[in-house]
């Protein structure tokens, strides 16, 4: 089985002048549409709402969690953030969170 999303990066690694301003441009549509949905349905994103979305998923929360703590370096967001999430998500287990938090630093180092 190919790795296609390999193949595909490994595309546009190859021409990152050409690909840059349509990524970039992208980029800048997911944030404006993120910006819009917060601007346009506020009441969705409140404290109580997120709680609650994130109840539903309570079995998967800590592999989500983890996954997203490995990808987080290849975007280049901070981890700060990460792991202020991770222990409100996850208040019973502050040092499994520390050490997703660790693994993932040390998995996008090793990336880069």
Do not use: D
Not at 80 to 93: D, K, M, R, S
């Amino acid at each position: 089985m190919k790795s296609y999303g390999f193949i595909f990066i490994a595309f546009f690694m190859q021409n990152p002048p050409k690909y840059k301003k349509l990524f970039t441009i992208l980029w800048i549509l997911f944030l404006v549409g993120c910006i819009a949905l917060v601007l346009i349905f506020p009441s969705h994103f409140t404290p109580q709402k997120i709680a609650e979305f994130v109840e539903q998923f309570k079995g998967t929360v800590l592999l989500v969690y983890f996954l997203i703590s490995l990808l987080r370096g290849l975007t280049l967001i901070p981890s700060t953030p990460f792991v202020l999430a991770g222990t409100i998500l996850l208040p019973e287990n502050p040092f499994l969170v520390l050490a997703i938090s660790i693994l993932g630093i040390i998995f996008s180092s090793t990336m880069i």
